[in-house]
């Protein structure tokens, strides 16, 4: 049985390192949607380019269920009810629906 999206949150935060003052705290709230996605067997992927010697993570989302889903996570971990994946991605959102 899988997990409700609380007590996944609650899960991840525990398991990655979260530092406020790390320039990396946006990437590991990457990591946990990347493990959202694993986790609820969604069809969304992330694919990443290198810019500039620079990695990009970019979000391909398969539904706007999907997003939803996805959105309310960000919310969750970032304890914001109006985070959604797009501050998550800075906006490199792409929606194939």
């Known amino acids: ?40 067997g969604l069809n969304s992927y992330e694919e990443v380019e290198v810019m500039r010697s620079k990695k990009v993570h970019f979000i391909y989302i398969h539904s706007i269920i999907e997003e939803t889903l996805l959105s309310k996570v960000a919310q969750i971990a970032l304890s914001d009810e109006h985070a959604n994946i797009e501050n998550v991605y800075a906006g490199r959102v792409i929606r194939e629906y």
Not at 5 to 26: Q, S, Y
Request: net charge negative.
């Open 1 to 40: 049985m899988k997990q409700n999206l609380h007590d996944f949150v609650k899960e991840r935060l525990t398991a990655i390192p979260l530092d406020e003052n790390n320039r990396n705290e946006m990437e590991s709230f990457q990591q946990m949607i990347r493990d959202a996605i694993d986790y609820y």
